[in-house]
């Protein structure tokens, strides 16, 4: 039996990949490492974010929310929202120091930030 490693890749659907890869490369502030018609991904702090065009999967929320650390959320969830997210669930303390909001990106994706004093990585 293997043991779960952690937090991999994060893939969103998305109905426009060029759009998309414009919108999240301002989001992260580079350029994808990877970007063909079929697959689009960034190197994000070690973890994979992806974007799929495929017609199997369809953009929106699923159910699943991955959230992605930042240092000041209250300055990356504003800075989302100017970049054409639209709010889904605001900066919320959760206790312990923990912080996690949430918006829809342009797709209608769910896009959960987190900071989190606990958890650093490397």
């Known amino acids: 039996m ?12 998305v109905n426009d990949l060029e759009r998309a890869k414009a919108w999240y490369a301002s989001v992260l502030g580079q ?5 063909e018609p079929f697959y ?4 994000v702090g070690g973890f994979e974010l992806g974007l799929d065009p495929s017609e199997e999967n369809r953009p929106g929320a699923g159910g699943t929310v991955a959230y992605w650390g930042v240092e000041e959320i ?3 969830y504003k ?16 206790g312990g120091g923990i912080k996690v909001a949430t ?5 209608g994706n769910v896009f959960g930030v987190i900071e989190n004093p606990h958890f650093k990585t490397p």
């Open 40 to 43: 689009v991904g960034w190197n």
């Open 2 to 13: 293997s043991e779960f490693l952690g937090l991999r890749t994060v893939i969103y659907s």
């Open 31 to 35: 350029e994808p490492y990877f970007a």
């Open 79 to 94: 800075r989302l929202l100017e970049l054409g997210a639209r709010e889904s669930n605001p900066v919320q303390d959760v």
């Open 103 to 107: 918006v829809l990106d342009p797709f």
């Open 74 to 76: 209250e300055a990356a």
